[in-house]
Nanobody, 123 residues
Framework: QVQLVESGGGLVQPGGSLRLSCAAS????????MGWYRQAPGKQRELVAV???????NYADSVKGRFTISRDNAKYTVYLQMNSLKPDDTAVYYC?????????????????WGQGTQVTVSS
């Protein structure tokens, strides 16, 4: 069984910073891409940032220059450093990972999601 657990969300003032963490655990052979999504009330879930196993990153235009995604492959953990936070960043942030497991004698890749962590940016 594989699970992702997020932490680090909370209430912060505009201009402040938060660091989100997401740790994967369970029967894992390897993790390919990992990413962060967010969903604000009344809006669709959107990709915030993604990082490959080799460290290549991509960001939504709205967070470029402010957010940094990173990962620790040894710890199966992905981070999202969020600086210069804005009220529009308020959302539930979800960790996502493409995880490969061994099922029988075959490897199998599946998309896993964390439970979400609330980030609220307000004065």
């Amino acid at each position: 069984q594989v699970q992702l657990v997020e932490s680090g969300g909370g209430l912060v003032q505009p201009g402040g910073s938060l660091r989100l963490s997401c740790a994967a655990s369970g029967s894992i052979f390897r993790i390919d891409a990992m990413g962060w999504y967010r969903q604000a009330p009344g809006k669709q879930r959107e990709l915030v940032a993604v990082i490959t196993s080799g460290g290549s990153t991509n960001y939504a235009d709205s967070v470029k220059g402010r957010f940094t995604i990173s990962r620790d492959n040894a710890k199966y953990t992905v981070y999202l450093q969020m600086n210069s936070l804005k009220p529009d960043d308020t959302a539930v942030y979800y960790c996502n990972a493409d995880i490969v497991r061994w099922v029988g004698i075959r490897d199998r890749a599946d998309d896993y999601w964390g439970q979400g962590t609330q980030v609220t940016v307000s004065s």
